[in-house]
C-alpha cells in the first residue's frame, strides 16, 4: 500500500466519490451484525432467488470501481508498464482478501477459502481494466452486454440439472473442480461460492457499467445528468425485472437479471445524489465522500476489527468466557431488543470507521495499492 495526499480531480461528480463511501457504510452495516441470529429482514442477502436491500451492496461497490476507472484511466495507453501496474494492483487486491479469510491465523491453509468479495473485486477489476484497455467504447459496451449472456449460455450447457439450482450449477461445479470443496464457501449447507469463479464474468459487466456511465457522465452537461441517470436507471430497473422471468434474480450466481436490476437501481440512487450535490450543491452527502476516501483501507480493517474482537480478544465476564464482541452486543441487548440491539451494534461501528475515515481524511491521507 502507498500513502497519497493527492487532490481529487475537479471534474468528477462528487455524487460518485459519495456513491462510494455509501457503499463501504452499508458493507460494515451489512457485515457486522452484533448477532447474525438477531438480524432485520432488509440487512440479510436473500437465501437463493430473490433481492433484499442487501443484496445492493456489493454491486454498488463494483459500480464504484469502475467508476472510478473512468478517471484513473481515461489517459491510460497500451504499455507495459501499464500492464504492470494493473497486474500488481489484481495480486495485492487478491492476497488481501485472502490474508482477510486466513486472519487470525488459526485455521489451516489446507481450508483455507479462496474466493471472497475482495477476490472477486480484484479479478473483476484486473478483466474490466484489461477491456478498457484493450477495446473501443463501442465494443466495451458490446462486451458489457455479452458477458451476462454468455454467461447465461455456460450456465445451460454444464450444469448437471436445473442451472438456476444450489446442487450442480456450473459455478459449483467449475469451482469443485478447480479448487476442490474445502476451499469454498460452506455456508449454504453445501460447498458452493457465491463469489466463485465463473460468475465473475457477470460481475465483471457491473464494473463496466460503473466505467462506461462514468466516462458518460464527464461529458454531459450536469443539468441534463440526471435526466439521463433517471431515464437509463428506469430503463434497465423494468428490463431486469423482466428478464427474471427467464432468469432468477439470483445475488449467489450473480445473475444478469440481477446485474441488469441492482444496476437500474444504483443509476436512480446516483441521479437523486447527483441532484442534491452536484447541481443543488447541497453538502449533506459530505460524510459519505469522506467514508469513501480510503475504501480498502476502511473495509478492510473493519473486518481485521470484527474478527480479532469475536476470536481473539476473549475474557472472563461472570465466570464464563466471552469475546469483546459478543459482550459489546450483550451490554446494548440488556436495554434494547435483540434485533434493535443488532441493528445499533452494527450501525456503532459505522460510526467509529467515519470516524476513523474522518481523521484521515483530515490529514489528507489516502492509503492505496
Given at each position: 500500500m502507498?500513502?497519497?495526499t493527492?487532490?481529487r480531480p475537479?471534474e468528477?461528480?462528487m455524487a460518485?466519490?459519495?456513491?462510494?463511501?455509501?457503499?463501504?457504510a452499508?458493507?460494515i452495516?451489512v457485515?457486522?451484525?452484533?448477532?447474525?441470529s438477531?438480524?432485520?429482514?432488509?440487512?440479510?442477502?436473500?437465501?437463493?432467488?430473490?433481492f433484499?436491500?442487501?443484496?445492493?451492496?456489493?454491486p454498488?461497490?463494483?459500480?464504484?470501481?469502475g467508476?472510478a476507472?473512468?478517471?484513473?484511466?481515461?489517459?491510460?495507453?497500451?504499455?507495459?508498464?501499464t500492464l504492470?501496474?494493473?497486474s500488481k494492483?489484481?495480486?495485492?487486491?487478491?492476497?488481501?482478501?485472502?490474508?482477510l479469510?486466513?486472519?487470525?491465523?488459526?485455521?489451516?491453509l489446507a481450508e483455507l477459502r479462496?474466493p471472497?468479495?475482495?477476490?472477486?473485486?480484484?479479478l473483476c477489476?484486473?478483466l474490466?481494466?484489461?477491456l478498457v484497455l484493450?477495446?473501443?467504447?463501442?465494443a466495451?459496451?458490446l462486451?458489457?452486454?455479452?458477458l451476462?449472456?454468455l454467461y447465461?449460455?455456460?450456465l445451460?450447457?454444464?450444469?448437471?440439472?436445473?442451472?438456476?439450482e444450489?446442487s450442480?450449477n456450473a459455478?459449483?461445479?467449475f469451482?469443485?473442480?478447480?479448487?476442490?470443496?474445502a476451499?469454498?464457501?460452506q455456508?449454504?449447507?453445501?460447498?458452493?461460492d457465491?463469489?466463485?469463479l465463473?460468475?465473475?464474468?457477470?460481475a465483471?459487466?457491473?464494473?463496466?457499467?460503473?466505467?462506461?456511465?462514468a466516462?458518460e457522465?464527464?461529458r454531459?452537461?450536469?443539468?441534463n445528468s440526471v435526466y439521463?441517470l433517471?431515464?437509463w436507471?428506469?430503463?434497465?430497473?423494468?428490463?431486469?425485472?423482466?428478464?427474471?422471468?427467464?432468469?432468477?434474480?439470483?445475488k449467489?450466481l450473480?445473475?444478469g437479471?440481477?446485474?441488469?436490476?441492482?444496476?437500474?437501481?444504483i443509476l436512480?440512487?446516483?441521479?437523486?445524489?447527483?441532484w442534491l450535490?452536484?447541481?443543488?450543491q447541497k453538502?449533506?452527502?459530505q460524510?459519505?465522500?469522506?467514508?469513501?476516501?480510503n475504501?480498502?483501507?476502511?473495509?478492510?480493517?473493519?473486518?481485521l476489527?470484527?474478527s480479532?474482537?469475536?476470536q481473539?480478544?476473549?475474557?472472563?465476564?461472570d465466570?464464563q468466557?466471552?469475546?469483546l464482541?459478543?459482550f459489546?452486543?450483550?451490554s446494548?441487548n440488556?436495554?434494547?431488543?435483540?434485533?434493535?440491539?443488532?441493528?445499533?451494534?452494527?450501525?456503532l461501528?459505522?460510526?467509529?470507521f467515519?470516524g476513523?475515515?474522518?481523521w484521515?481524511y483530515?490529514?489528507?491521507i489516502?492509503i492505496k495499492?
Amino acid at each position: 500500500m502507498t500513502v497519497a495526499t493527492a487532490q481529487r480531480p475537479s471534474e468528477r461528480f462528487m455524487a460518485l466519490d459519495a456513491l462510494r463511501g455509501l457503499a463501504i457504510a452499508l458493507m460494515i452495516l451489512v457485515n457486522t451484525p452484533g448477532s447474525w441470529s438477531q438480524v432485520y429482514a432488509p440487512l440479510l442477502h436473500a437465501e437463493w432467488h430473490g433481492f433484499t436491500f442487501a443484496d445492493i451492496v456489493f454491486p454498488m461497490f463494483l459500480f464504484a470501481v469502475g467508476a472510478a476507472m473512468a478517471f484513473s484511466m481515461a489517459k491510460a495507453q497500451v504499455s507495459t508498464a501499464t500492464l504492470l501496474k494493473i497486474s500488481k494492483r489484481t495480486l495485492l487486491l487478491f492476497g488481501c482478501g485472502l490474508l482477510l479469510h486466513w486472519f487470525p491465523f488459526t485455521s489451516s491453509l489446507a481450508e483455507l477459502r479462496i474466493p471472497g468479495v475482495l477476490q472477486r473485486i480484484a479479478l473483476c477489476y484486473g478483466l474490466a481494466a484489461l477491456l478498457v484497455l484493450y477495446c473501443k467504447p463501442r465494443a466495451l459496451l458490446l462486451v458489457t452486454l455479452l458477458l451476462p449472456l454468455l454467461y447465461w449460455g455456460l450456465l445451460w450447457q454444464f450444469s448437471l440439472q436445473h442451472p438456476y439450482e444450489l446442487s450442480g450449477n456450473a459455478v459449483q461445479r467449475f469451482d469443485l473442480w478447480l479448487l476442490g470443496p474445502a476451499h469454498l464457501y460452506q455456508g449454504f449447507g453445501a460447498a458452493f461460492d457465491p463469489e466463485g469463479l465463473l460468475s465473475t464474468l457477470p460481475a465483471v459487466s457491473s464494473i463496466l457499467i460503473g466505467y462506461l456511465v462514468a466516462v458518460e457522465l464527464r461529458r454531459t452537461h450536469k443539468d441534463n445528468s440526471v435526466y439521463l441517470l433517471t431515464l437509463w436507471g428506469l430503463a434497465l430497473a423494468v428490463l431486469g425485472l423482466l428478464w427474471q422471468l427467464l432468469w432468477p434474480i439470483n445475488k449467489p450466481l450473480w445473475s444478469g437479471s440481477y446485474v441488469v436490476f441492482s444496476s437500474g437501481l444504483i443509476l436512480l440512487l446516483l441521479a437523486a445524489m447527483v441532484w442534491l450535490m452536484d447541481i443543488r450543491q447541497k453538502n449533506w452527502l459530505q460524510p459519505l465522500v469522506i467514508y469513501g476516501s480510503n475504501p480498502l483501507f476502511i473495509y478492510m480493517l473493519s473486518w481485521l476489527w470484527a474478527s480479532a474482537a469475536s476470536q481473539l480478544i476473549r475474557f472472563t465476564h461472570d465466570g464464563q468466557p466471552i469475546s469483546l464482541y459478543q459482550f459489546g452486543f450483550d451490554s446494548l441487548n440488556v436495554l434494547l431488543p435483540a434485533k434493535l440491539a443488532s441493528l445499533l451494534f452494527a450501525l456503532l461501528h459505522v460510526l467509529l470507521f467515519w470516524g476513523l475515515s474522518y481523521w484521515l481524511y483530515q490529514r489528507r491521507i489516502f492509503i492505496k495499492l
